[in-house]
């Protein structure tokens, strides 16, 4: 089965200095990657997807990186801002029985 | 990307009532898929809905509880039947992209069951 760990569960950082939050995978055998963003009560942004065979992904101050042989990947955000303060979700795509499955998220608070 | 409305956006029902929640996608799409988050909880796959054939559950979800309809390639309804406290979550409904399996998510609906 495949399990799905965020670390850190949640994190406060002062406004301007670099995120970085990490996903792990027990299972390398995944079709993609995607990290979410979700605000409280709120439902699910699509922040980035990297394809297994792709390496990392950017979007604007987003960075992920993708390492499927150890299971990691790791999103990066660049001079944070309190209005990225919110839980971000990892999930993988499994092959064989298309489900995500999805971490527990990161709580990030970003203090102005 | 896919553009999701769900009706209601929050509710707040009695115990032993039901409440159905509507998702609306504005493309044509194969499948859609149910979950729900509990309070600090991550998401759990209910079902997912196929256009023109039964919906199917993962373990731990049955269609008593949660009737699922599909009544077309944009919409889809879930019913959450016979209320219990333990049944206020967010429940939320996603499309993937068929060439990518790019996820996207509706709004959610928050569900608190008195």
């Known amino acids: 089965k495949q399990e799905v760990t965020q670390i850190p569960a949640a994190l406060s950082v002062p406004e301007g200095e670099n995120l970085v939050l990490n996903c792990s995978f027990t299972?390398?055998?995944?079709?993609?990657l995607q990290w979410f963003r979700q605000d409280p009560g709120k439902g699910l942004t699509s922040l980035l997807l990297?394809?297994?065979?792709?390496r990392e992904q950017t979007s604007g101050r987003l960075n992920a990186s993708l390492d499927k042989s150890s299971g990691r990947s790791t999103l990066y955000i660049a001079a944070s801002q309190p209005g990225d303060s919110a839980t971000y979700l990892c999930?993988?795509?499994?092959?064989?029985?298309?489900?995500?499955?999805f971490g527990k998220g990161n709580q990030v608070v970003v203090i102005p | 990307s896919a553009v999701i409305s769900q009706k209601p956006s929050r509710d707040i029902c009695q115990r032993g009532t039901s409440l159905t929640i509507q998702c609306q996608v504005d493309?044509?799409?194969?499948?859609m898929f149910w979950y729900r988050q509990q309070p600090g909880q991550s998401l759990t796959l209910i079902a997912t809905?196929?256009?023109?054939?039964?919906?199917?559950?993962e373990s731990g979800f049955v269609i008593d509880k949660f009737p699922i309809s599909r009544p077309n390639l944009t919409f889809s309804t879930l019913t959450v039947s016979n209320l219990s406290p333990e049944d206020s979550s967010i429940y939320l409904c996603?499309?993937?992209?068929?060439?990518?399996?790019?996820?996207?998510f509706g709004p959610g609906t928050r569900l608190t069951v008195t």
């Open positions: 493309s044509q799409v194969t499948m």
């Open positions: 809905a196929n256009q023109g054939s039964e919906a199917t559950y």
């Open positions: 990297i394809q297994s065979s792709q």
């Open positions: 299972d390398s055998a995944i079709y993609n």
């Open positions: 996603s499309v993937e992209e068929a060439e990518t399996y790019e996820q996207y």
């Open positions: 999930a993988v795509f499994l092959y064989g029985n298309n489900r995500l499955a």
